[in-house]
């Protein structure tokens, strides 16, 4: 608890400086200075709880200045509540004066309507009171806009000011909740650290401790007397070994001055090459005079090339800059038109509006005229009694009459401004027309500009074909003077055959001569060490009969190794006593099986080879067009070749899919689950509507059915990992999933912003709903390409790349599920470059193969335990130069380099034997390189006498075959490709089949330097494998299974993972909290509550078995809210009510002390462990989540509930919260 302590106080006087830092100064050193009685061990204790005394006092006044801050945050608080009030007040009275404002206007348009209607009784003409009628209108309706305009511009104002505050308010109540839940965690601790101070057990420890320390230090002299005693046998076993060493000096001499004898022949035999070699050097430098012709009159040829090109390019400048102008000139036509536009739909809207209004006029008007009608006849009655009155108001109407003479000559100044806009509008019809001419002259210019192009290229074209005839005459003179040549060279070509022929018997001679040498040598020395054996034997029988039975058992491996070497170098058809030269080269006639396969009449671009099946001896061959047509049933087909004799005979069964055209890159799929199952997809064009097209066997096929998709497939069918009958839909948006398995899942998820080619890898449980973070900066191409590599041949090993900040590729490895990565250890038979300065190994992957620079992944295979085969490059970094081949024996951990340059590899009877081909794009091989002992040693065999252009390998699924096929193609009589298809059979080769002597027992994750008790542990157990033996040449076979022991592993920090929020530190295993996590708390949901969930930073690995030993501490506080629900209002009443009670809350505490502590935090224990046993837990928190979020998830359903379509099981995620 106490190295809790000091970032959390950093933590609270980073936020209050007035804070006083907890550590206990001058005083702790007065007090100390008193007790100088005590023993040592009182001391320090005396002087821990003296600490501890003054934290609490610092702690105290820090609760003091904290209680002064609360007090102020108050006050501001109601402060802001005034506020908000006077702000209501005063949107209250601009709402009356508003009412009051509505009220007169409609008060004084009630005015004007009497007005009006006395106006339309005295006028005669219905014509003016129309007139008078729409402006009356027209006036109080802007009158109206502009008050409704200032009423909505005060509401927007005041409610952008009540937003503003709501947020101020918001702000300030979580902040003065994080103080609090701030304070109630430091009074906790402090509870914690006054009760944990026991003086008598720290005692008892510290003797606990030094009695430890006397064992060890006991232990440690019988160590270095055992030391001693090795030395000394040591010593005498290497006086032993330098006897024999200079008895095999003597013997080697004499070999040496027979093979000085031999070089002497072979040095003649060099003067006779060397004559041969300076005439065909004669012959070389006159094809190099021809060559240089020949490169002068391409150059000729590029030269005149780049003249055309840079003439098209010329006048693609010149079109570009006539196409810009236009453009500019057509914007600003469209402009210039949107603007009257807009302007002719203003007054069309306003036109709309007036007549409207006109409209509802005529009806008033028309109701009016009736009740004149009637007032009129009325009048009539009493026409002559009121006479004088209509004179006198006829003088009124009069004035009036006056008054709309006025308005009507505003409306023709009105009518004047309409001319005005027609006008306008007219010049801009007139500019539009101008425009429009220009733009057409423009337009023919243009298509001068093209015909003179046209010209210009058509007597470019001219001068390039006069050109062309010329080449091909002065080629014709050189090929007449190359056919001369190659007769000459045919001639000194025998000779040189012959000469050679010579000088191979002479060279078989000598190398029979230093086999039978090194024959006797190894007899010797097998000789020799059965005698030292022996003597060892003898001497040791009376009291070591356990090792007397050892050696002996050592001394028959020896023996059957040498056996089995002899046999391999001398070949199964001859004895022991036939002499046979040492060459790792075999030839095709030798002890192999292979059956070569050619495609006469084919005229495919590319050519796919794939086994169906393991054991069912079918082969399918697709042969495709690198362009088919578009169309998709009549454009053409591709062909498929069936062998169902292990490539001896092929029979075309194109008619089985009706000539369908078939996909280049990922055309055909064969199923790792049923061995019949076999899925051809169609290349479909992307515009054909109903979607893709592929073809399924399921009898390794013989037929095929045709099945419609509703999509166009876009990559390789994929088969599910754990149910291969289905198939796997991948989706890659901002996150990938990389691998997953019945136990844990990784996700790749994108670093924020745009192509930046990395991200992060997150691990997880089979659910996917909790995750960790695993390495950073993973690479992950912009075309979906991803380096991540499972190694099958050993759990819990994954490969990949990262991305450095420098931009360097570098590869890392882990050897516990993501739990640790490191970097690859470097081969220790490849050295370093002389510049690099971090040496290890790094692996090409898929971005590499995609790249073109490996022409396969790294491989491993579940029954091959322990190997991985894979290119890579050796220095600070990943190299793109030409990479080599590295085998693994281990899972990764060691590292051998063992073939120069990219090769096509395979692994073949269950890691047995291995075989490699070298990759050449612009050479033909015709040879095959295997190895029976993990790649240390090769021999290479010549499988054709003609060489071909290699395309690809291919064997049977599942590693168990002895076969391999070679597919490639070569040029035909009439100079055509054709496609070769080649099997090869290596059961002739070993014909034994392994024993039990011929396998060890292998401990899979083994560090000899490591404790014995955790050596090989790994996710909480540890494996023991039964393994072929490097050295034992026989075969596993079909029927090999692989055997291993499992045994279980006390728990160490290496089972756990970081928990959410933590992170471990470079070269440690300690899990450490984030720096920004430090004021952070991670929750979760139980039954509608929120609890404040507090870990100690380690989380059980999915799928981990260990068991006892670590287990970290965990505990968790009584911080409970509502979640699940809308609850803001709830929360901020409860809030302020409880704030004076929490305080209270931790005066008492710190009073009360141990007792009252450790009650309530059992009670709250229990009462999570019984809701924990009744229900799963819904996180809310995730580091996939690109910011944080708030709502919480409630957990209110049965036990069995289901969380984003997943069950929920009990897992070592649980751990947390139990």
């Known amino acids: 608890m106490d190295?809790?302590?000091?970032?959390?106080?950093?933590?609270?006087?980073?936020?209050?400086?007035?804070?006083?830092?907890?550590?206990?100064?001058?005083?702790?050193?007065?007090?100390?200075?008193?007790?100088?009685?005590?023993?040592?061990?009182?001391?320090?204790?005396?002087?821990?709880?003296?600490?501890?005394?003054?934290?609490?006092?610092?702690?105290?006044?820090?609760?003091?200045?904290?209680?002064?801050?609360?007090?102020?945050?108050?006050?501001?608080?109601?402060?802001?509540?005034?506020?908000?009030?006077?702000?209501?007040?005063?949107?209250?009275?601009?709402?009356?004066?508003?009412?009051?404002?509505?009220?007169?206007?409609?008060?004084?348009?009630?005015?004007?309507?009497?007005?009006?209607?006395?106006?339309?009784?005295?006028?005669?003409?219905?014509?003016?009171?129309?007139?008078?009628?729409?402006?009356?209108?027209?006036?109080?309706?802007?009158?109206?806009?502009?008050?409704?305009?200032?009423?909505?511009?005060?509401?927007?104002?005041?409610?952008?000011?009540?937003?503003?505050?709501?947020r101020v308010l918001e702000e300030r109540r979580i902040r003065h909740e994080a103080d609090v839940a701030r304070l109630e965690r430091d009074k906790e601790d402090l509870a914690v650290q006054l009760q944990s101070g026991d003086p008598a057990r720290d005692g008892k420890r510290v003797e606990a401790l030094l009695r430890e320390k006397a064992q060890l230090h006991q232990r440690l002299k019988g160590l270095e007397a055992e030391v001693t005693e090795l030395r000394a046998e040591r010593n005498n076993s290497g006086a032993q070994a330098e006897n024999v060493q200079r008895i095999q000096i003597r013997q080697l001499a004499e070999s040496q001055a027979a093979v000085k004898a031999l070089e002497a022949e072979k040095q003649s035999i060099r003067m006779q090459l060397d004559r041969t070699e300076s005439e065909l050097r004669l012959s070389q430098e006159q094809n190099t005079l021809l060559t240089g012709k020949l490169h002068k009159a391409e150059r000729e040829i590029n030269s005149l090339n780049s003249q055309i090109e840079e003439m098209k390019h010329t006048h693609k400048l010149e079109l570009s800059n006539v196409k810009l102008e236009c453009v500019r000139a057509k914007g600003e036509l469209e402009r210039d038109r949107d603007t009257l536009h807009c302007q002719v739909e203003g007054l069309q809207s306003d036109i709309e509006v007036l007549k409207s209004a006109l409209e509802k006029n005529k009806e008033l008007i028309s109701e009016k005229e009736r009740e004149m009608v009637r007032r009129v006849q009325a009048a009539r009655e009493e026409e002559i009694h009121k006479m004088a009155t209509l004179q006198e108001e006829k003088a009124k109407v009069q004035q009036q009459g006056q008054q709309l003479e006025e308005l009507e000559t505003q409306n023709a100044e009105l009518n004047l401004q309409i001319g005005t806009v027609s006008h306008s509008e007219s010049e801009l019809l007139d500019t539009n027309s101008k425009l429009r001419e220009s733009l057409e002259r423009l337009r023919e210019d243009l298509r001068s500009a093209r015909t003179q192009m046209e010209r210009t290229q058509q007597e470019a074209e001219r001068l390039v074909e006069e050109r062309r005839v010329e080449w091909l005459e002065e080629k014709h003179k050189l090929q007449e003077r190359e056919a001369e040549l190659r007769e000459k060279y045919s001639q000194a070509k025998e000779r040189l055959q012959r000469a050679a022929f010579a000088q191979k018997k002479r060279k078989t001679m000598t190398e029979l001569k230093e086999n039978k040498l090194q024959d006797k040598i190894q007899l010797l020395e097998a000789k020799i060490e059965e005698l030292e054996i022996e003597a060892s034997t003898a001497r040791k029988k009376p009291s070591y009969s356990e090792e007397h039975a050892q050696l002996s058992k050592r001394l028959k491996e020896l023996q059957r190794r040498h056996n089995e070497f002899r046999r391999l170098l001398l070949g199964n058809q001859m004895t022991s006593s036939t002499p046979l030269a040492q060459s790792l080269?075999?030839?095709?006639?030798?002890?192999?099986?292979?059956?070569?396969?050619?495609?006469?009449?084919?005229?495919?671009?590319?050519?796919?080879?794939?086994?169906?099946?393991?054991?069912?001896?079918?082969?399918?061959?697709?042969?495709?067009?690198?362009?088919?047509?578009?169309?998709?049933?009549?454009?053409?087909?591709?062909?498929?070749?069936?062998?169902?004799?292990?490539?001896?005979?092929?029979?075309?069964?194109?008619?089985?899919?009706?000539?369908?055209?078939?996909?280049?890159?990922?055309?055909?799929?064969?199923?790792?689950?049923?061995?019949?199952?076999?899925?051809?997809?169609?290349?479909?064009?992307?515009?054909?509507?109903?979607?893709?097209?592929?073809?399924?066997?399921?009898?390794?096929?013989?037929?095929?059915?045709?099945?419609?998709?509703?999509?166009?497939?876009?990559?390789?069918?994929?088969?599910?990992?754990?149910?291969?009958?289905?198939?796997?839909?991948?989706?890659?948006?901002?996150?990938?999933?990389?691998?997953?398995?019945?136990?844990?899942?990784?996700?790749?998820?994108?670093?924020?912003?745009?192509?930046?080619?990395?991200?992060?890898?997150?691990?997880?449980?089979?659910?996917?709903?909790?995750?960790?973070?695993?390495?950073?900066?993973?690479?992950?191409?912009?075309?979906?390409?991803?380096?991540?590599?499972?190694?099958?041949?050993?759990?819990?090993?994954?490969?990949?790349?990262?991305?450095?900040?420098?931009?360097?590729?570098?590869?890392?490895?882990?050897?516990?599920?993501?739990?640790?990565?490191?970097?690859?250890?470097?081969?220790?038979?490849?050295?370093?470059?002389?510049?690099?300065?971090?040496?290890?190994?790094?692996?090409?992957?898929?971005?590499?193969?995609?790249?073109?620079?490996?022409?396969?992944?790294?491989?491993?295979?579940?029954?091959?335990?322990?190997?991985?085969?894979?290119?890579?490059?050796?220095?600070?970094?990943?190299?793109?130069?030409?990479?080599?081949?590295?085998?693994?024996?281990?899972?990764?951990?060691?590292?051998?380099?063992?073939?120069?340059?990219?090769?096509?590899?395979?692994?073949?009877?269950?890691?047995?034997?291995?075989?490699?081909?070298?990759?050449?794009?612009?050479?033909?091989?015709?040879?095959?390189?295997?190895?029976?002992?993990?790649?240390?040693?090769?021999?290479?065999?010549?499988?054709?006498?003609?060489?071909?252009?290699?395309?690809?390998?291919?064997?049977?699924?599942?590693?168990?075959?002895?076969?391999?096929?070679?597919?490639?193609?070569?040029?035909?009589?009439?100079?055509?490709?054709?496609?070769?298809?080649?099997?090869?059979?290596?059961?002739?080769?070993?014909?034994?089949?392994?024993?039990?002597?011929?396998?060890?027992?292998?401990?899979?994750?083994?560090?000899?330097?490591?404790?014995?008790?955790?050596?090989?542990?790994?996710?909480?157990?540890?494996?023991?494998?039964?393994?072929?033996?490097?050295?034992?040449?026989?075969?596993?076979?079909?029927?090999?299974?692989?055997?291993?022991?499992?045994?279980?592993?006390?728990?160490?920090?290496?089972?756990?993972?970081?928990?959410?929020?933590?992170?471990?530190?470079?070269?440690?295993s300690e899990c450490l909290l984030q720096p920004d996590f430090l004021n952070q708390t991670k929750d979760i949901c139980l039954d509608g509550e929120l609890d404040d969930l507090q870990s100690s930073g380690y989380r059980k690995i999915p799928g981990d078995k260990c068991e006892g030993r670590f287990i970290p501490l965990k505990r968790e506080d009584a911080f409970k809210k509502l979640c699940g629900k809308d609850t803001s209002s709830a929360s901020l009443n409860s809030h302020t009510e409880r704030s004076p009670g929490m305080l209270a809350l931790i005066v008492v505490c710190t009073c009360v002390g141990v007792i009252g502590l450790v009650i309530t935090a059992a009670l709250i224990i229990t009462s999570r462990r019984i809701n924990c046993g009744q229900r799963s837990p819904a996180y809310r928190f995730s580091a996939l989540q690109l910011q944080d979020d708030d709502l919480c998830v409630s957990n209110e359903n049965s036990p069995n509930s289901k969380l984003n379509g997943f069950q929920v099981q009990e897992d070592s995620d649980d751990d947390l919260i139990e």
Request: negative net charge.
């Open 3 to 166: 190295q809790m302590n000091p970032p959390a106080l950093g933590q609270s006087s980073a936020l209050f400086p007035n804070l006083e830092p907890a550590g206990g100064g001058g005083k702790a050193a007065v007090l100390l200075s008193g007790s100088s009685g005590l023993t040592s061990s009182d001391m320090e204790l005396q002087k821990m709880l003296i600490d501890e005394r003054m934290r609490c006092e610092n702690h105290k006044t820090n609760y003091q200045t904290l209680k002064v801050e609360h007090t102020r945050l108050q006050d501001e608080y109601t402060r802001a509540q005034s506020e908000l009030k006077r702000l209501l007040s005063d949107r209250q009275v601009a709402q009356e004066k508003q009412q009051l404002l509505l009220a007169e206007l409609r008060g004084e348009l009630l005015d004007k309507t009497r007005e009006l209607e006395e106006l339309r009784l005295q006028v005669l003409t219905p014509q003016r009171l129309e007139l008078l009628k729409a402006q009356e209108a027209e006036n109080y309706r802007s009158e109206y806009n502009k008050l409704r305009y200032d009423l909505t511009f005060l509401k927007s104002e005041y409610d952008h000011q009540k937003e503003e505050h709501a």
């Open 585 to 1068: 080269l075999i030839p095709a006639e030798s002890i192999f099986s292979n059956i070569q396969t050619g495609f006469h009449g084919d005229d495919g671009s590319s050519f796919t080879l794939t086994w169906v099946g393991d054991g069912t001896g079918v082969i399918l061959v697709l042969s495709t067009l690198s362009a088919p047509s578009d169309s998709f049933y009549e454009g053409g087909s591709s062909r498929i070749y069936r062998s169902d004799d292990y490539g001896k005979s092929f029979h075309d069964v194109s008619h089985a899919i009706n000539n369908t055209f078939i996909n280049k890159d990922f055309g055909i799929s064969a199923g790792p689950g049923n061995p019949q199952q076999v899925i051809l997809t169609a290349n479909v064009p992307f515009t054909e509507s109903r979607g893709g097209v592929i073809f399924t066997s399921m009898d390794a096929g013989v037929t095929f059915r045709s099945l419609q998709l509703p999509f166009h497939p876009a990559q390789a069918i994929q088969f599910h990992y754990q149910d291969p009958k289905y198939l796997a839909v991948i989706s890659i948006d901002f996150y990938s999933v990389l691998d997953g398995d019945e136990d844990m899942i990784f996700m790749h998820v994108d670093n924020p912003g745009e192509d930046t080619y990395f991200g992060t890898i997150y691990t997880s449980d089979d659910r996917g709903i909790l995750y960790s973070k695993s390495l950073e900066r993973h690479l992950f191409g912009g075309e979906g390409k991803s380096d991540f590599t499972n190694v099958t041949s050993l759990r819990g090993v994954y490969l990949t790349n990262i991305l450095e900040e420098d931009g360097r590729i570098r590869s890392v490895i882990t050897f516990d599920r993501g739990g640790r990565w490191r970097f690859l250890k470097k081969p220790e038979n490849v050295n370093c470059p002389e510049t690099s300065k971090k040496c290890n190994l790094h692996i090409h992957g898929e971005h590499s193969h995609f790249s073109g620079i490996t022409p396969m992944l790294p491989l491993s295979e579940p029954n091959a335990i322990g190997l991985v085969i894979a290119h890579g490059s050796v220095g600070d970094s990943i190299s793109a130069a030409r990479p080599d081949v590295y085998v693994s024996g281990d899972g990764g951990y060691t590292w051998w380099g063992t073939l120069r340059g990219p090769h096509h590899y395979s692994i073949l009877d269950s890691g047995g034997l291995i075989v490699a081909v070298e990759a050449h794009r612009d050479r033909e091989i015709s040879s095959i390189k295997f190895s029976t002992d993990e790649g240390q040693c090769w021999k290479i065999f010549n499988f054709t006498d003609h060489p071909i252009f290699l395309a690809g390998l291919a064997s049977e699924p599942g590693t168990k075959t002895m076969n391999i096929s070679i597919f490639g193609y070569r040029p035909d009589d009439d100079d055509q490709p054709m496609w070769v298809a080649v099997t090869i059979d290596f059961e002739h080769l070993l014909t034994r089949e392994c024993g039990e002597e011929d396998y060890v027992q292998w401990l899979a994750h083994s560090d000899y330097d490591s404790d014995p008790e955790t050596d090989g542990c790994l996710l909480g157990y540890k494996e023991t494998f039964r393994r072929l033996n490097k050295l034992s040449a026989c075969r596993n076979g079909r029927g090999y299974v692989v055997s291993r022991q499992q045994r279980p592993c006390p728990c160490t920090r290496e089972d756990y993972m970081c928990e959410y929020g933590f992170y471990r530190h470079e070269n440690t």
